[in-house]
């Protein structure tokens, strides 16, 4: 079997595994109703434009303003409706706004004129919801890599734990058995991202949020290849990690490592979101750009140029850590007694080729 196909077989097999795993279904599910949560209950919750009873005379200016208008004969008609409940509000002759307890703002708004107003320096408009979207970005990429990322290692760390990784190299090739793994983490990984794009997008088309959907188009259009290349790049570091110990109980001896590359840049991105300078820098820094970029696109700061820029950068180190990863996961793969150090794994790939 060459390496192409005992590759396909191992990503195959990894995925097949993965679908039934009731775990990361009820994990994707979970995901996909915070999704359509988030995008779906703010305009649910808001209750929509003020019902509204009114004569013909200003029915047409209260539609033109988004209003739900019932149309009655008369003023005394239109009184009735409020007091019957038919009605938040009425329209009678003043014009005079009736209601019940409260009085409806955006009826108000409807029959005021506001003054002219000049901005000499205006700020970019920012919809609802647009403050959440850092923080959007940024557990997105985290909670989906660190999950699977860590189940590569585990993976690993399982099959040197029972041995079976002596029966498996020696059916197929070390580097097919790595590529097998970090493929089918990928392709999870990025379906279930997809797909919780995927639900946000239409939500927002849904419920009107024309605006902030327009925004974030473009983000979430740059946010998947980052995404991908960021996975494979914090994938190919749980995988080496995974690879030097032996025993489920001692991944916590190489997990703070992988732990803090991921966790310092999504701080960084969530606290420093409002300084550009600071921004600007981790767009650039391969472990905060697949959160940072985009959210400079949403919030329109990053030129067209630098995303290409930021993305080449990002995929030469994936590459190089990738590289590095599989080297130190074939010198370590077979040593199944103990822990083992960087430094002889870095040494000892040559061993088991």
Same mark, same amino acid.
């Given at each position: 079997m060459n390496t192409l196909a005992a590759t396909q077989l191992v990503a195959a097999r990894e995925i097949r595994a993965k679908l039934r795993d009731r775990t990361f279904l009820l994990s994707t599910l979970i995901f996909l109703l915070i999704a359509a949560a988030a995008t779906t209950l703010p305009s649910l919750l808001s209750g929509g434009p003020s019902t509204v009873? +009114?004569?013909p005379v200003v029915s047409a200016e209260l539609r033109a303003a988004g209003l739900e208008v019932r149309e009655v004969p008369d003023d005394a +008609?239109?009184?009735?409706?409020?007091?019957?409940?038919?009605?938040d509000a009425a329209v009678v002759a003043g014009p005079t706004v009736l209601a019940r307890e409260k009085a409806p703002s955006d009826v108000v708004a409807a029959l005021s004129v506001e003054p002219p107003v000049r901005l000499?320096?205006?700020a970019p408009a920012e919809p609802p919801g647009a403050f959440l979207v850092p923080f959007v970005f940024?557990? +997105?990429? &985290?909670l989906t890599s660190q999950t699977f990322g860590v189940q590569i290692a585990q993976s690993i760390i399982e099959e040197k734990q029972t041995r079976i990784v002596e029966i498996l190299v020696a059916a197929v090739s070390v580097r097919a058995? &790595?590529?097998g793994k970090m493929i089918a983490g990928t392709v999870l990984a990025l379906g279930q991202i997809a797909l919780v794009a995927l639900v946000a997008v239409v939500g927002l088309r849904l419920f009107g949020d024309s605006e902030l959907l327009n925004l974030l188009a473009p983000a979430i259009g740059w946010f998947l290849p980052y995404f991908l290349l960021g996975f494979v790049l914090i994938a190919a570091l749980w995988a080496a990690a995974g690879a030097l110990v032996s025993r489920l109980e001692d991944i916590g001896t190489v997990a703070m490592p992988v732990q803090l590359v991921v966790m310092l840049p999504f701080f960084g991105v969530i606290f420093l979101s409002d300084n550009a300078f600071a921004m600007q820098v981790l767009s650039y820094v391969p472990f905060s750009a697949p959160t940072a970029m985009p959210l400079r696109l949403f919030t329109g700061d990053a030129a067209g140029w630098e995303p290409p820029l930021s993305l080449a950068l990002l995929l030469v180190t994936a590459l190089a850590v990738l590289a590095a990863g599989a080297r130190v996961y074939e010198g370590s793969l077979l040593r199944t007694n103990g822990n083992t150090s960087l430094r002889t794994a870095w040494r000892e790939r040559e061993t088991v080729d």
């Amino acid at each position: 079997m060459n390496t192409l196909a005992a590759t396909q077989l191992v990503a195959a097999r990894e995925i097949r595994a993965k679908l039934r795993d009731r775990t990361f279904l009820l994990s994707t599910l979970i995901f996909l109703l915070i999704a359509a949560a988030a995008t779906t209950l703010p305009s649910l919750l808001s209750g929509g434009p003020s019902t509204v009873a +009114a004569t013909p005379v200003v029915s047409a200016e209260l539609r033109a303003a988004g209003l739900e208008v019932r149309e009655v004969p008369d003023d005394a +008609a239109a009184e009735r409706a409020v007091r019957d409940g038919d009605t938040d509000a009425a329209v009678v002759a003043g014009p005079t706004v009736l209601a019940r307890e409260k009085a409806p703002s955006d009826v108000v708004a409807a029959l005021s004129v506001e003054p002219p107003v000049r901005l000499l320096n205006p700020a970019p408009a920012e919809p609802p919801g647009a403050f959440l979207v850092p923080f959007v970005f940024a557990f +997105a990429f &985290l909670l989906t890599s660190q999950t699977f990322g860590v189940q590569i290692a585990q993976s690993i760390i399982e099959e040197k734990q029972t041995r079976i990784v002596e029966i498996l190299v020696a059916a197929v090739s070390v580097r097919a058995l &790595l590529a097998g793994k970090m493929i089918a983490g990928t392709v999870l990984a990025l379906g279930q991202i997809a797909l919780v794009a995927l639900v946000a997008v239409v939500g927002l088309r849904l419920f009107g949020d024309s605006e902030l959907l327009n925004l974030l188009a473009p983000a979430i259009g740059w946010f998947l290849p980052y995404f991908l290349l960021g996975f494979v790049l914090i994938a190919a570091l749980w995988a080496a990690a995974g690879a030097l110990v032996s025993r489920l109980e001692d991944i916590g001896t190489v997990a703070m490592p992988v732990q803090l590359v991921v966790m310092l840049p999504f701080f960084g991105v969530i606290f420093l979101s409002d300084n550009a300078f600071a921004m600007q820098v981790l767009s650039y820094v391969p472990f905060s750009a697949p959160t940072a970029m985009p959210l400079r696109l949403f919030t329109g700061d990053a030129a067209g140029w630098e995303p290409p820029l930021s993305l080449a950068l990002l995929l030469v180190t994936a590459l190089a850590v990738l590289a590095a990863g599989a080297r130190v996961y074939e010198g370590s793969l077979l040593r199944t007694n103990g822990n083992t150090s960087l430094r002889t794994a870095w040494r000892e790939r040559e061993t088991v080729d």
